[in-house]
Structure formats: structure tokens, C-alpha cells
């Protein structure tokens, strides 16, 4: 390396731009840091790019890839953008003990706090974090992933592939699949994918909490994950022309304070299609289908706040359980008798108190 750039990297490492296999530059105008790796190499220590005063780049060649153990790269007050690289752990590296409030103090092969990082694509796989975040954890900072897959990560707690942390998160063209811990989640920040695949993660797909601006998610499919779909809590989510199917216990489940807009939206084959949790929770529907799920569940509210907007919002909404005053059956009991009658929520319905009553109206 020569004096000029290792002076002017004061807080990169060098377990990087020391290695043969990587050429390291540093550009005048504008002054960057450009890293072209051109081989499969392995890491024994984390490389940092810590309060980079410029941009920096990590780029690959066809077969390049960084291997190894923990952490791999570590992003602070930085702005990078990878491309074209896997970054690929080996599964180790989450022995250690961590509080699951401990954000991104405890996670896998990517960490970017107070920064900017873009990953395109790029495979981010093998990660394995003690706490949260297995593949990416992201926290007050600004994540893009475009083209990407985050594959066979996983992490103790949240965010088997990736965690966000008062974060925004957008997403382009990205699998998120097979990670254990969930696929992302997003705490006090925000999500907008624009054609994404989220699948065969074990636990949920997609978990959100304690955000302020509902979610985008848009032109995707959720399917095929351990327990739920999408959960939401104390966050409201909008999805639109997504595909939610065959999802563990539940399709979507709205709980506490949380709400959600679907706007052409098909939901099927789960055992709980549509969750609402209590009366806190909202859902508005446009054009959504609710096919072949055992059943359709509003949680243990009298009537939740439930607008329909479109009747074809009603079919194959049945059957559906619900607690209500009296003896009516409860979401929380599976072997409760189903209500003979196919149950619809349409506009048609009466509608007081700002509460959608349930009328037997045959689903056409």
C-alpha cells in the first residue's frame, strides 16, 4: 500500500487492502476509496471503514468473494456502496451471550451505524449473529439493496437476514430467503421494496414495530415462511400487487396499534389468512382476496376498525371466526365450530360508531 493512501485512511484497517488479492485506490477528484477485489479471499479480522471523510467502494470481479468468521465488514459514519461480491460467512460466530435490545451491537457479517451503505448485486450469505441482524444489520443509517440476494443468514433474535434500527431500508429486486431468525425486521424505521421475494425463512418473512410512516411494499411475494407473512406491531404497513401464500400459522397479522392497507392483495393457504389482533389494530382492503385459508380471524376484539372499500374485498372471506358478545366462537380456540353461514365485511354492511358490522351476506 502505498504512503500517500495509507495515510489518508486513517481509520480503515488493513486486513483488506494488504491482502494480494485486493488492489486498493485512492481517487483525487473526488477523492474515494476505490477496493477491487479479484479472487475468493478470507478475512481473519473485520475490515472498517470508520468516519470516512469521502465515499468509499468495494467492487468484485466475476469469482471474488470475502469468507469468513463473525463480522466481516464493519460501516461507521460512512457512506460505501458494494458490488458485484459475495460475502459469504461460515456459519459460526453466534456462541456468544447478547440481549436482544442490543440492536446491532451483537450481529453478523455486515454492520453499518450512522452511514450509508448500498449493496448491488451482491450475496450476502452464511451469517451468523449471537443477536440480531445475521446477513445486514443497519442502525441510523440508510440501507439500499438492489439486485441482491440475503440468503442463509441467521440470528438469535430479529432479523435473520436483516435488521434496521431506526433505519430506512429500500430494497429493489431482492431475495430475502432461508434465513433463520426471520427474513428482515425493522424497529422505528421504515421499509420500501418495489419487487422483492421473500421466502422459507424460518419464524416470519417480514416483521415491523414502532414506526411512525407506514411501510411500502410493493410488487413482491411472501411465501412460504416458518410462522407468519408479515407481522405488524405498533407499525402500519401499505402492500400493494403482493402475493402473500402458504406462510406458517398466519398470512398477515396486524396486532397492537398497528394497521394496515392492502390494496390488491391476494392472501392464501394458511391457517389464519388475516389476523387482526384487538380493537388498537386497523385494516383497509381494495381488491384483496382472501382464498383458502381455514379461516379468517379478528383476534379478540368486539369489531375491530375494518374498512372495505371494494366488494370483491369480500370473497372467499369465510369462514371467519371472531369473538364477539355471547357465546360466539374464539380465534384463539382452533377446534371451535365453524359458523354456518359464509360471513362477508363489505360496504353494504351497517356501519356505526366508526365499527364495520358483520352481516351473513353470501360472497359473490
Same mark, same amino acid.
Given at each position: 500500500m502505498s504512503t500517500l493512501l495509507a495515510s489518508a485512511l486513517l481509520t480503515v484497517t488493513h486486513a483488506l487492502c494488504d491482502l494480494p488479492e485486493v488492489a486498493c485506490s485512492l481517487a483525487d477528484v473526488p477523492a474515494h476509496l476505490q477496493v477491487f477485489v479479484n479472487a475468493p479471499i478470507t478475512l481473519s479480522q473485520p475490515f472498517r471503514l470508520h468516519n470516512l471523510p469521502?465515499?468509499?467502494k468495494?467492487?468484485?470481479?466475476?469469482? =471474488?468473494?470475502?469468507?469468513g468468521s463473525g463480522r466481516l465488514i464493519d460501516i461507521v459514519s460512512a457512506t460505501v456502496t458494494i458490488t458485484n461480491l459475495v460475502i459469504a460467512g461460515d456459519g459460526r460466530g453466534d456462541e456468544a451471550y447478547a440481549e436482544p435490545e442490543d440492536g446491532c451491537a451483537n450481529s453478523g457479517l455486515v454492520r453499518v451505524r450512522d452511514g450509508q451503505l448500498t449493496l448491488a448485486s451482491s450475496v450476502i450469505e452464511?451469517? =451468523?449473529a449471537p443477536g440480531n441482524g445475521g446477513?445486514?444489520?443497519a442502525e441510523n443509517s440508510e440501507l439500499r439493496?438492489?439486485?441482491s440476494a440475503i440468503r442463509i443468514n441467521r440470528a438469535r433474535y430479529h432479523g435473520g437476514g436483516i435488521a434496521a434500527y431506526r433505519s430506512s431500508v429500500i430494497l429493489s429486486n431482492v431475495v430475502i430467503s432461508a434465513n433463520a431468525g426471520g427474513g428482515i425486521a425493522a424497529f422505528a424505521g421504515e421499509i420500501d421494496a418495489d419487487g422483492f421475494l421473500v421466502t422459507a425463512n424460518?419464524?416470519?418473512?417480514?416483521?415491523?414495530a414502532e414506526s411512525i410512516r407506514p411501510h411500502q411494499l410493493v410488487s413482491g411475494t411472501i411465501a412460504a415462511n416458518g410462522l407468519a407473512g408479515l407481522v405488524a406491531r405498533e407499525a402500519g404497513a401499505y402492500l400493494r400487487h403482493v402475493l402473500v401464500k402458504q406462510n406458517g400459522a398466519y398470512g398477515v397479522k396486524v396486532g397492537h396499534q398497528a394497521s394496515a392497507q392492502l390494496n390488491h392483495v391476494t392472501i392464501r393457504n394458511h391457517r389464519v389468512g388475516l389476523y387482526v389482533d384487538d380493537f388498537s389494530a386497523s385494516v383497509n382492503l381494495f381488491g384483496v382476496w382472501l382464498r383458502e385459508n381455514e379461516m379468517n380471524c379478528l383476534g379478540e376484539a368486539i369489531y375491530p376498525t375494518f374498512s372495505v372499500s371494494d366488494d370483491r374485498s369480500c370473497v372467499g372471506l369465510f369462514p371467519l371466526r371472531f369473538r364477539a358478545y355471547g357465546d360466539a366462537?374464539?380465534?384463539k380456540s382452533w377446534l371451535a365450530s365453524a359458523i354456518p353461514a359464509p360471513l362477508c365485511l363489505s360496504t353494504a354492511d351497517a356501519q356505526y360508531g366508526g365499527r364495520c358490522a358483520i352481516g351473513a351476506l353470501a360472497c359473490q
Open positions: 469521502y465515499p468509499a468495494i467492487a468484485g470481479s466475476e469469482r =471474488a468473494a470475502l469468507r452464511g451469517g =451468523a446477513g445486514i444489520c439493496v438492489e439486485g424460518k419464524y416470519y418473512g417480514i416483521y415491523i366462537p374464539s380465534c
